[in-house]
């Protein structure tokens, strides 16, 4: 589904609770209304849930044999974070799309950051023929995880079926000395 499609389905949800909340109270609808208040409440739920998944992991790219290594990765990222505990706060007190979208975009950023130790662990240098052609180009950096090289600040996805060797990097960090 579409983040837009999910985004209209949250609101519509958020809307319902807010025009109940301000019609009857909170404790009317958890005894009154009991089934149709805990029905919105999933369905709430399951929305903002939908769409923070697709904002926080929309463009993050890990080909299928390092899911397992990758998922416990990005699944401590969002714990530590703690914005799922605010992204529930934010729909079911305040109903505000906009800010579950800011604290969607901030785990986004957070996952990101989380996996850039991972995704280090699997760079390499793509070298394609051009690399050893009468003007050689530089080889380009390349990530295993994500299949993409580096192009220009920008990780491109590496066509299938080319011809290229792949050069292991080891990064390691420097020691810095104290004077």
């Known amino acids: 589904m579409e983040t ?20 009857v109270s909170r404790e009317e609808l958890r005894t009154r209304y009991r089934k149709p ?6 369905d709430i739920s399951a929305a903002a849930s939908a769409y923070v998944k697709e904002i926080a992991l929309a463009d993050l790219r890990i080909r299928k044999e390092y899911l397992q290594e990758a998922v416990p ?4 990222a969002i714990q ?5 505990k605010q992204i529930s706060e934010s729909a079911y ?16 950023k957070q996952i990101e950051d989380a996996l850039i130790p991972f995704y280090e662990k699997h ?7 051009k690399c050893f052609s009468a003007t050689p180009q530089a080889p380009l950096l390349y990530n295993h995880v994500n299949g993409c090289v580096m192009q220009d600040g920008k990780w491109i996805p590496l066509e299938t079926g080319r011809n ?6 080891h990064i390691k960090e420097r020691s810095q000395t104290v004077a």
Do not use: C, P, W
């Open 93 to 108: 007190r305040r109903q505000d799309i906009q800010e579950i979208e800011q604290l969607a975009l901030t785990l986004k």
């Open 123 to 129: 760079m390499g240098l793509y070298l394609s023929d």
């Open 37 to 42: 208040y805990y029905a919105l409440l999933h």
């Open 73 to 76: 990765v990005i699944n401590n």
């Open 164 to 169: 290229y060797s792949f050069v292991t990097l």
């Open 4 to 23: 837009n499609d999910l985004r209209n389905i949250l609101m519509t949800h958020l809307d319902t609770l807010r025009r109940n909340l301000t019609a």
């Open 80 to 84: 530590a974070s703690g914005l799922l």
